[in-house]
């Protein structure tokens, strides 16, 4: 590496932009961004933008997720939250190192059109000398699988925005499919059960609160509960109301089902040699959304191939982004957008 150059590793995510340097998490801020429709102009990045989120006049500010399903939705505002990002990071002087001396591996879902990827890489370009990476491969490398050998090795990521499977050999993805719902679609699931059950409705930050607190993708042994408000769908006034475990699991077994269903098809793609030995290996599992309490179980049961964990389920992508970059003669020939 050159003096002064400067490896980056980005998994830019729907939910949260997460940037890896020397294998160490140096930031993590929510995708998002406030800005002033008035003047035009960009107000809040991150924590700060996501603290306005649904607490100020949408006619004075506009708080948005610049991306949507794990793609790019608004181009300039991912432009401008990787430009603000990359400079927090790079502290007062950083302004004045020349762009081609950062090179950056960025993350993007997999299967997505040229478009799609286009958009990702022209945002990064701006900060850098910008390199691509489906999300699955880069998980992978992050979480040590061998997938330089020829032997099947497959990840499932589940972010917020979207759902990606893959099995790969040999540095390549050999099948894959990306799902475009995640966690924020199991936050809907139990916003719209709560809305059935009991005619109240719920924000998608209550929902995702619920999630987090008690939520869990299997019955558990210890059930839990949660007392919140909701707002009467006919009165439109307030009224409490409990949630327990049991009805999480209850209300996010459709939207799981989807997600079971889109690995079946990427198995079924999958040469019965490389399908074996991933039945012998198990399924890795990664992501924020896999974090819902007994999901590796679930799909254990779901699928009948065991499925695990993995250890650095949050940071894996942009870890492996960032070694991809030591890896770019390998992973060129077989990842042609490089
Ligand atoms: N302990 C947990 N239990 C259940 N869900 C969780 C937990 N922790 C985080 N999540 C969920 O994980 C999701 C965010 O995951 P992640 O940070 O991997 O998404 P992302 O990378 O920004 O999105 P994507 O990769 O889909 O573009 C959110 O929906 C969040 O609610
Ligand atoms: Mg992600």
């Keep these: 590496m050159a003096l002064f150059q400067r490896d980056l590793g980005i998994d830019l995510g729907t939910m949260f932009t997460r940037i890896i340097e020397g294998g160490q998490m140096i930031l993590e801020e929510p995708t998002v961004v406030a800005v002033d429709i008035e003047e035009l102009k960009m107000v809040a990045v991150g924590h700060e933008a996501l603290n306005?989120?649904?607490?100020?006049?949408?006619?004075?500010?506009?708080?948005?997720?610049?991306?949507?399903?794990?793609?790019?939705?608004?181009?300039?505002?991912t432009e401008r939250l990787l430009e603000f990002q990359v400079k927090k990071i790079s502290g007062p002087l950083g302004g004045f190192r020349p762009k081609n001396l950062t090179r950056i591996m960025i993350t993007h879902p997999y299967g997505i059109t040229s478009v799609e990827r286009r958009a990702v890489h022209e945002a990064a370009l701006q900060v850098g000398d910008a390199f691509m990476l489906p999300t699955p491969l880069a998980a992978a490398i992050g979480v040590d699988l061998p997938i330089g050998t020829p032997s099947g090795n497959m990840i499932v990521c589940m972010g917020g925005g979207c759902t990606q499977a893959a099995v790969m050999a040999m540095n390549d993805i050999v099948s894959g499919e990306t799902l475009r719902q995640g966690g924020l679609q199991l936050d809907e699931a139990i916003a719209s059960y709560v809305r059935k059950k009991y005619g109240l409705i719920i924000g998608q930050p209550t929902a995702e609160q619920i999630k987090l607190s008690i939520g869990a993708a299997v019955p558990q042994d210890e059930e839990k509960s949660l007392d919140l408000q909701g707002q009467d769908q006919v009165s439109g006034l307030p009224r409490a109301f409990t949630f327990t475990t049991g009805e999480v699991v209850e209300a996010v077994q459709p939207a799981l089902e989807a997600v079971f269903e889109t690995i079946r098809q990427v198995l079924e793609k999958t040469p019965p040699e490389l399908a074996s030995d991933i039945i012998d290996r198990g399924i890795a599992l990664c992501g924020g959304a896999a974090l819902l309490r007994g999901m590796d179980k679930l799909m254990t049961q779901k699928l009948g191939v065991p499925t695990y964990l993995v250890d650095n389920p949050i940071t894996c992508m942009g870890e492996g982004a960032e070694r991809g970059l030591e890896m770019l003669p390998i992973l060129r020939r077989n990842v042609p957008q490089l």
């Design 52 to 77: 306005m989120m649904g607490r100020v006049s949408q006619d004075a500010i506009q708080v948005t997720r610049p991306l949507q399903s794990g793609v790019v939705a608004y181009y300039e505002l």
